[in-house]
């Protein structure tokens, strides 16, 4: 029993049964516990040590031993190596990564993920096996459905120096079959290198163009005391300023950011600072609201609905 209780304790009161019968257990010891209830089923050859609720490292221990060999995947991976102050709206659900070949029923709470590779990318020796902090981070961006989500993720983890967009540039050119490839690829080169041209070539297919506002001059210069701004759009003093970092990487940077929209409002311009959600989840409405600034400004016409709009 001493070998079972070793288990169990390794693996926060969790086992499956095929532990249990490795170690000196046989399968009347393992039925006389469950009539005892000193062991409780979670998922069909998985038990735990009590009948109280489970822990989220209990269900993920759960999860990843009942779909063996498996490891967390998506954002259970996350939530595992980033620790119990991660929360988000898919607690409830464990998402464990089995072989690609393999085909697993899925239990209650437990979603099975498909994976190629999956061995390279596995911290084996992690309580619970997890994959790996950025080939996760990639998943969950690459398959979340929207590219606002998919964006958000990305901030969450850069922002929080948990990881790089160089580095995840690097694990992403790693990866054989990714879904929306070229588009995260643009995404992680842009913040790499402090740029935001995904930003800019969405505005202009998003927001402007379909919309029929008028055509921006796109990085305009304009000199301020002394030197020489450039501006993302200008529509003749109204600016709109991209702002297509993930993050502020200091206050020092947002302090520059709002230096900018300061002097353009001593220059008689009015600045409209834009992020990844106006363009990318709400370009409909935010070609609305541009185009109302515009018409308080002089301008004649009227912006239009595209075949997107509501």
């Given at each position: 029993?001493?070998?079972?209780?070793?288990?169990?304790?390794?693996?926060?009161?969790?086992?499956?049964?095929?532990?249990?019968?490795?170690?000196?257990?046989?399968q009347?010891?393992?039925?006389?516990?469950l009539?005892?209830?000193?062991?409780?089923?979670?998922?069909?050859?998985?038990?735990?040590?009590?009948?109280?609720?489970?822990?989220?490292?209990?269900?993920?221990?759960?999860?990843?031993l009942?779909?063996?060999?498996?490891?967390?995947?998506?954002?259970?991976?996350?939530?595992?190596?980033?620790?119990?102050?991660?929360?988000?709206?898919?607690?409830?659900?464990?998402?464990?990564?089995?072989?690609?070949?393999?085909h697993?029923?899925?239990?209650e709470?437990?979603?099975?993920?498909?994976?190629h590779?999956?061995?390279?990318?596995v911290?084996?020796?992690?309580?619970?096996?997890?994959?790996?902090?950025?080939?996760?981070l990639?998943d969950?961006?690459?398959?979340?459905?929207?590219?606002?989500?998919?964006?958000?993720?990305?901030?969450?983890?850069?922002?929080?120096?948990?990881?790089?967009?160089?580095?995840l540039?690097?694990?992403?050119?790693?990866?054989?079959?990714?879904?929306?490839?070229?588009?995260?690829?643009?995404?992680?080169?842009?913040?790499?290198?402090?740029?935001?041209?995904v930003?800019?070539h969405?505005?202009?297919?998003l927001?402007?163009?379909?919309h029929?506002?008028?055509?921006?001059?796109?990085?305009?210069?304009?000199?301020h005391?002394?030197?020489?701004?450039?501006?993302?759009?200008?529509?003749?003093?109204?600016?709109?300023?991209?702002?297509g970092?993930l993050?502020?990487?200091?206050?020092?940077?947002?302090?520059?950011?709002?230096?900018?929209?300061?002097?353009?409002?001593?220059g008689?311009?009015?600045?409209?600072?834009?992020?990844?959600?106006q363009?990318?989840?709400?370009?409909?409405?935010t070609a609305?609201?541009?185009?109302?600034?515009?018409?308080r400004?002089?301008?004649p016409?009227?912006?239009?609905?595209?075949?997107s709009?509501?």
């Amino acid at each position: 029993m001493d070998s079972a209780a070793q288990i169990l304790r390794e693996q926060d009161g969790v086992a499956s049964r095929r532990q249990l019968l490795d170690v000196e257990l046989r399968q009347h010891d393992l039925e006389r516990m469950l009539r005892r209830r000193e062991l409780t089923v979670v998922h069909p050859g998985v038990y735990v040590e009590h009948t109280g609720p489970l822990t989220w490292q209990q269900r993920a221990w759960a999860g990843v031993l009942f779909a063996w060999p498996a490891a967390l995947s998506h954002r259970s991976a996350l939530r595992a190596s980033e620790g119990p102050g991660r929360r988000t709206r898919d607690d409830r659900l464990i998402e464990v990564a089995v072989d690609r070949q393999r085909h697993q029923t899925e239990p209650e709470g437990v979603r099975i993920r498909r994976t190629h590779g999956l061995h390279d990318r596995v911290q084996w020796n992690l309580g619970p096996p997890r994959i790996r902090y950025d080939d996760a981070l990639i998943d969950v961006a690459a398959d979340a459905p929207t590219d606002l989500d998919a964006v958000a993720a990305l901030a969450d983890a850069c922002g929080a120096r948990r990881t790089t967009a160089a580095r995840l540039l690097r694990t992403l050119d790693q990866r054989q079959r990714v879904r929306r490839r070229t588009w995260l690829e643009s995404i992680l080169a842009d913040v790499a290198q402090g740029t935001c041209s995904v930003l800019e070539h969405g505005y202009l297919d998003l927001v402007e163009r379909p919309h029929g506002l008028p055509r921006g001059r796109r990085q305009a210069s304009h000199r301020h005391a002394g030197s020489t701004v450039f501006r993302d759009v200008d529509y003749d003093g109204l600016v709109v300023e991209l702002d297509g970092r993930l993050f502020h990487d200091s206050t020092r940077a947002r302090d520059l950011d709002l230096e900018r929209d300061l002097d353009a409002a001593v220059g008689g311009a009015e600045t409209i600072r834009l992020g990844y959600g106006q363009v990318f989840e709400r370009g409909c409405s935010t070609a609305a609201k541009v185009g109302l600034v515009l018409r308080r400004r002089g301008w004649p016409g009227r912006s239009q609905p595209c075949p997107s709009c509501p």
